[in-house]
Nanobody
């Protein structure tokens, strides 16, 4: 059974940092591209960062220079280091793994940036 489990969300003040982690199981993780999406209330889910199975990264413009995606295929983990957080980063953050015609999602973790 394929599972993606996110962790690391929470409440943080503006300018603070969080590190999200997504643990994959039941799959050959190194064969999948991985990504982080966020979904703010009333908005569509959006891709914010992606890392290919070869380690090539993409970061969306609003988070470039503040967030960094990384993966450890030996541990079946993809992380998102988030720095200089802003109130507009408040959202549910979802992990995704995609390979061929297969796409898997985690259950999401809430990130709230507020003073």
């Amino acid at each position: 059974q394929v599972q993606l489990v996110e962790s690391g969300g929470g409440l943080v003040q503006p300018g603070g940092s969080l590190r999200l982690s997504c643990a994959a199981s039941g799959m050959l993780f190194n064969f999948y591209d991985a990504g982080w999406y966020h979904q703010a209330p009333g908005k569509q889910r959006e891709l914010i960062a992606r890392i290919s199975k070869l380690g090539i990264t993409y970061h969306a413009e609003p988070i470039k220079g503040r967030f960094t995606i990384s993966r450890d295929n030996a541990k079946n983990v993809v992380d998102l280091a988030m720095n200089s957080l802003k109130p507009e980063d408040t959202a549910v953050y979802y992990c995704n793994a995609q390979g061929g015609s297969f796409s898997y999602w985690g259950q999401g973790t809430q990130v709230t940036v507020s003073s």
